[in-house]
């Protein structure tokens, strides 16, 4: 499974610090950071039951860094629809957000 973090890491020197610190402090866990993305994303690939966000999250924080776990894009949505104004609106927005 793999967690996906927005965070303010800007640095390449620092996120090797902070890759360093998770993975002395989470064995199981492969860190890595996109600070090309505009969220300085921070994906973290584990292997265990499940992961450990809030601690990871309060790692980052003890080092001054801010980190959110993003949701996942692959969870489907639920539509509530009342009429086929709904529906196309709906659609349009869906459409609008679509990269």
Same mark, same amino acid.
Do not use: W
């Given at each position: 499974?793999?967690?996906?973090?927005?965070?303010?890491?800007?640095?390449?020197?620092?996120?090797?610090?902070?890759?360093?610190?998770?993975?002395?402090?989470?064995? /199981?866990?492969?860190? +890595?950071?996109? =600070? &090309? #993305?505009? $969220?300085? *994303?921070?994906?973290?690939?584990? !292997?265990?039951?499940?992961?450990?966000?809030?601690?990871?999250?309060?790692?980052?924080?003890?080092?001054?860094?801010?980190?959110?776990?993003?949701?996942?894009? /692959?969870?489907?949505? +639920?539509?509530? =629809? &009342? #009429?086929? $104004?709904? *529906?196309?609106?709906?659609?349009? !927005?869906?459409?609008?957000?679509?990269?």
């Amino acid at each position: 499974m793999v967690e996906v973090f927005k965070t303010n890491v800007r640095d390449p020197d620092t996120a090797n610090m902070l890759m360093d610190e998770i993975h002395k402090t989470f064995v /199981d866990y492969k860190a +890595n950071f996109d =600070l &090309e #993305d505009c $969220d300085k *994303i921070l994906r973290v690939k584990f !292997t265990t039951a499940s992961m450990q966000s809030s601690t990871l999250i309060g790692l980052l924080k003890s080092f001054g860094y801010y980190g959110e776990v993003l949701p996942d894009d /692959d969870q489907p949505v +639920n539509l509530v =629809l &009342e #009429d086929s $104004d709904d *529906i196309n609106n709906q659609a349009e !927005t869906i459409i609008a957000k679509t990269p």
